[in-house]
C-alpha cells in the first residue's frame, strides 16, 4: 500500500501501532468494557497537560473538533452572560457564528488575517462593558498558522476576573496550555490532530467547578455537556459513541505519553517545521507570516509567482504529499503545509526535492 503523507492540518498520517488499534474486536457502547474504555481516555486527557489533572474533567463526544467547540459554547455560555470573541482567522469567525446561531449577547473584536488579536481592543472593552462573562479566542488559527498569544490574553482575563473559553483543536497535545494562570474554564479539541488519533472523537475539558456552580445553558440536546457529565462519570455517555476511535485515541494518547508528553511532541515538530520553512525559502518560497509568528505545527507559505496552488498540489499528490490551500481571500496567495502526524526525517527531505523538482 502506498503510504499517504498527510501535511493538512488533520486529519494526519496514522502510526502502524494507532492503525492496528482499529482492527479491535467489535463492541457495543453500553457493555462495562466500553466504559472503562472511556474511563482511562478521560484520564488520559486530563493528563496530557499535568495541571489540568486535578481540577478539569475530559467530556468525550462523537464528531469534529468543530462539535466540541459548538458544545462547549452552547453549553457554557449563559444566557445572562456575554460573549466576546477575539478572531482573527476562519475558525474565530466560526465561533462568532455559531454563537449568534445559538441567540446569545455577543460582541466581535476582528483584526485581518494576517493580524495578531487586539488585545488592547479587549483591555479597553472588558473596562466598559461588565457584563461580559467568556473571552473567546482561537490559539492557533490554522488559516495562517498563527500561534495567537493567549498567554497575555489569559493574564488580562485573570485580572478582570472574566472566564476564557478557548479553541485549542489545533494546538491541544502540542503547544502549552497554562491551566493555572488564563482563567480558563474550558477548552476543546480533537483526536485527529496533534494527539494523532482518527477522526471522529472529540472532547472538552471543563473546570469542575462549572457543573455544580451553574445549569447547563445549552440550546441542544446532543450538545449538552452536562448531559454527558453525568453519564461519564461511570464511562457511560447519553448516545452513541465511535467504539474504534476510541481505541485508536486511547492507543495515540499511550503513543504519546511514551516518547515523553506533549513538550517531547513540540520539539518534535519545531524540529520538522524548521527543516521545511528553510527547505522552502532557499527555493523562494517564503512564509507568509513573520517565522516568529507561527506555531509549531502549521506554516503558510506564499505561492511562488507563475504556479497557482492546483499544479503544485497536484504534483505533490502524485508523489503521495498532500498539501493544503488557502483560505476565503487567501486562495490564491497560499499555500500551507502541517507536520503533526507519523511524518519522518526522510519524509521532509523527500518532499523539499519535489518541490526542488517542480520548480527547476
Known sequence: MNRNILLNPGPVTLTERVRQALLREDLCHREPEFAELTLDIKTR?????PAAASNYEAITLTGSGTCAVEAMLSTLIPDTGKALVVSNGVYGERMAAMIKAQGKPLEVITSEWFEPMNLA???????QDSTITHVIPVHHETTTG???????????????????LLDCVS??????????????????????????GVPGISFVLVKKSVFTCRPSASKTLYLDLYRYQQEQVSGYSPFTQAVHVAYALQEALKEMEEMGGWTARNQRYTHLANLIRQGLAELGMPTFLNEQDYSCVLASFKLPSGYSYEQIHDTLKTSGFIIYAGQGGLKKAIFRIANMGDIQLDDVEKLLNCFRNLLH
Open 45 to 49: 486527557l486530563a493528563s496530557v497537560y
Open 121 to 127: 481592543e479587549v483591555e479597553k472593552r472588558l473596562e
Open 146 to 164: 498563527r500561534l495567537n498569544d493567549v498567554a497575555k490574553l489569559g493574564l488580562i482575563c485573570k485580572a478582570k476576573n472574566v472566564a476564557l
Open 171 to 196: 494546538s491541544f497535545g502540542a503547544e502549552e496550555i497554562d491551566f493555572t494562570n488564563w482563567n480558563l474554564e474550558a477548552c476543546a479539541s480533537t483526536a485527529n490532530k496533534c494527539l494523532h
